[in-house]
């Protein structure tokens, strides 16, 4: 006769708080998107899974979150599946049905997405790499999911680069060189500034998946940045980035901004009740802190905001 295990989870906790979130993290799994006209796309992503907990349960069923997270993944490697995000979704909306006793389901994933390019100056093949980010949650009012990536580039401060500027203002007066011809070199030779490596992170959310292309929102987070960065760059590359950047100076902020105008440009039939969430964050070169930047608005708030300045 088999011995009945008691379900410890379901038994009252000694302290009576309900939790927002329980789960596990950290879960590898091999995930293949289908493409209509290539080869499918398979990722080494990472997931979360999460549930919430009421004060009268103890725990939530680790091995039952697993189980879900597995059977769901299996289901997008056999069967033709578009959007990473729409995984997510499944996976939430599967969680909360096996879990009755919960009101909201979270699931997130990251994984290394890899693009091919030509380097701008040299022309030659390289390729660049972005962080795949999707979520989505569920409960009784609907499934949101949300897709984005986080991207690498380059920024020069116009802080800097202005101190730099009167210098050499200076020293070409001291010099006698007429004032037109310094305005004249002026515009076309920036002065150097102090150069950091950017992070911007770009992601929509809305219900259902958001009609969005992965790839037009990694283009605006890339150029949202003083300047694109490559992973293969000859000497005529390493100019073009220097040039490109100071030619392009921006501050944290700066980026920030030139993400929401460049979600509103690129996306005009996306709904305005999508929620974008734009961060940008420079590792200083100068400093030995880290700048950031961020705002999360509806695509509405956006639109107003950035056609009213025109």
């Not at 022309?123 to 949101?144: K, V």
Request: proline fraction near 4%; glycine fraction near 6%; hydrophobic fraction near 35%.
């Amino acid at each position: 006769m088999t011995q009945q295990l008691p379900d410890v989870q379901a038994s009252s906790p000694e302290v009576t708080v309900g939790l927002n979130r329980v789960g596990v993290t950290g879960v590898e799994k091999l995930l293949k998107v289908a493409r209509a006209d290539d080869r499918p796309l398979v990722f080494m992503a990472e997931f979360e899974v999460y549930v919430d907990l009421p004060s009268w349960r103890k725990g939530a069923d680790m091995s039952r979150n697993m189980q879900v997270v597995d059977e769901i993944l299996e289901e997008a490697v056999s069967e033709p599946t578009y959007r990473v995000e729409d995984v997510c979704g499944s996976v939430a909306e599967r969680l909360l049905e096996k879990h009755e006793y919960t009101t909201k389901a979270e699931v997130r994933m990251e994984a290394e997405y890899m693009t091919r390019e030509q380097t701008p100056a040299s022309g030659l093949q390289t390729q660049s790499t972005a962080d795949i980010i999707a979520a989505a949650t569920a409960s009784d009012e609907g499934t949101r999911e949300e897709i984005g990536a986080r991207v690498t580039g380059m920024t020069v401060c116009p802080c800097s680069q202005g101190m730099s500027e009167s210098r050499a203002r200076e020293t070409l007066e001291t010099l006698d060189v007429a004032e037109d011809v310094i305005d004249e070199f002026l515009d076309e030779v920036p002065q150097p500034g102090h150069s950091q490596r950017g992070h911007a992170t770009l992601t929509v959310e809305s219900e259902g998946a958001p009609e969005v292309d992965l790839n037009d929102l990694i283009a605006v987070a890339r150029d949202s940045m003083s300047a694109r960065i490559y992973n293969l760059a000859k000497r005529p590359d390493e100019d073009h980035m220097t040039y490109e950047a100071h030619s392009d100076a921006k501050f944290v902020e700066d980026c920030v901004r030139a993400m929401a105008e460049g979600v509103v440009e690129e996306f005009p039939d996306l709904s305005d009740g999508a929620v974008v969430t734009m961060k940008q964050s420079n590792d200083e070169s100068i400093h030995q802190h880290n700048a950031h930047a961020e705002r999360v608005a509806t695509l509405e708030q956006l639109r107003q905001e950035v056609n009213g300045d025109k």
